[in-house]
């Protein structure tokens, strides 16, 4: 009982793991960049959530509000790469790493100016209802269970997308050998925008089910998010989508499980532990490919 | 059908191209040869839109590409089969054909993808492997099939016999000679000059970035200084 519902606090946490290190895995997967201005996307889209479903704003439907989210995420996230990395295609990759710190810095200064540096309250149940259901003796709260159910049907979706879809295979392609992708006629700026936008939209998800989860909203949020996902990712193996979400949901339980034996602050040192010998032990992370595979 | 004129490429301050001309007409079958580091690869890749001439022009089918997208010349008919192959690895077989058609419609691409299994039996054989556990030749047919799915006017294929073994080479020159026959005009580099004269109606020789010959491909086979230098005596 005791052990469910902790099982239950790792899951739904490592659903949002899960859903933002999909997208920086599958934007390092294309243009081998670490894209850290992702976690601000989310704090970005957990201010649109806000805004949109609280009364004292607008108190559009959650529905709406939903899609102004995924969308307004998406939009955000191209408009980035269009006009910060794109220019960058073909400059040295710590000149692209720095410029990603500047617009991800630049985000959480404008969300400051914006909406001040007080964190606001996420109306989480205007998203989803109180309450729960009983399984047996156990009760399960429906934001958890809502967050995992959106995560897994999120994560099918996207695995549709990519394994079978046109866009989708011509991402791998892109991902696995970028000029030959283009001397299929591919063309990869397309691409680079539409993994971009399907990163964020996962992000958009993601800062939904953080707001409905923890809702509290501020200016740094994406911060410690971010980083723990960015772990997540590379714990999966950086560039590997089935390893994002795994290492998301690993990284989740880790957290939940140290903090239900009682040394709930010394829970993200856990994960770095996690982090540390997972690459001692296999450096490319769980799912990712040793560099000799490749030649 | 290609005419290349006044071709200049550089990698930063290395100067690889300097001032290459030459053509390729319908239905003909040109060969560029050269040793290591003349700049065949560079000159296909160059003409595929991967890299930039400095001056110049390139023309393809009356139009001029030079400063066209790669991916849509690959649309207008110019094919490029890279040096190494380069399929994708992690890509069955029948995914790495379905990419080739990424250009072209859908609705006749399986009638296609069974034309490249026809030409190439041991592909079908091989549909759902992935591609990385084909062997050389194997990865050499798939690369080719590949870019016969983008329905070519003009095929380059960069080094199609490198690292394989002579029957191998054989069969793929039969193929190219076929192709060819078919319709396709194709631009052949080769390190393996002999076979490449032995099927081309005519050659270029490059030199650390210049052409210093070309004739047509038994003249060249005739010739003391090509024999000596790319023939073996
Ligand atoms: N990416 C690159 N950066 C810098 N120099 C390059 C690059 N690629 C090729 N070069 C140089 O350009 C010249 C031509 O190279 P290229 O690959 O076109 O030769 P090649 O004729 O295809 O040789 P090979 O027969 O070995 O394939 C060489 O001197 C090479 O060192
Ligand atoms: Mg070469």
Known sequence: MFFVSHLVNGLQLGSIYALVALGYTMVYGIIKLLNFAHGDFIMVGGYIALFSLSTTFFGLPPAVAVVLTIVGCMLLAVVVEKLAYRPLRNAPRISVLITAIGVSLLLQNLAQYFFGATPMNFPTHLLIPAGGITMGDVFVAYTPLITIIAALISMVILTYLVQRTKLGKAMRAVSEDTEAAQLMGINVNTIITF????????????????????????????????????????????????????????????????????????????????????????????????????? | MLKISDMNVYYGSIYAIKGVDFEVNEGEIVTLIGANGAGKSTILKTISGLLRSKTGSIEFDGEAIGNTASHTIVKRGLAHVPEGRRVFLQMSVQENLEMGNYTQSNKTMNQRIEQVFERFPRLLERRKQVAGTLSGGEQQMLAMGRALMSRPKLLMLDEPSMGLAPLLVEQIFDIIRELNKAGVTILLVEQNANMALNIADRGYVLETGKIVLTDSAKALQANDAVRKAYLGG
Request: glycine share 18%; charged share 10%; hydrophobic share 60%.
């Open chain 1, 195 to 295: 993994t971009f936008a399907v990163g964020a939209g996962l992000a958009g998800i993601g800062a939904l089910l953080y707001g409905a989860g923890y809702p509290r909203i501020e200016h740094t949020l994406g911060v410690m998010l971010g980083l723990m996902a960015f772990v997540a990712a590379v714990v999966g193996g950086i560039g590997s989508i089935p390893g994002a979400m795994i290492g998301g949901f690993a990284i989740g339980l880790v957290e939940a499980l140290v903090t239900a034996l009682g040394f709930s602050e010394w829970r993200i040192g856990a994960v770095f532990l996690i982090l540390i010998i997972v690459l001692m032990v296999r450096p490319t992370g769980i799912m990712g490919r040793s560099m000799m595979e490749k030649v």
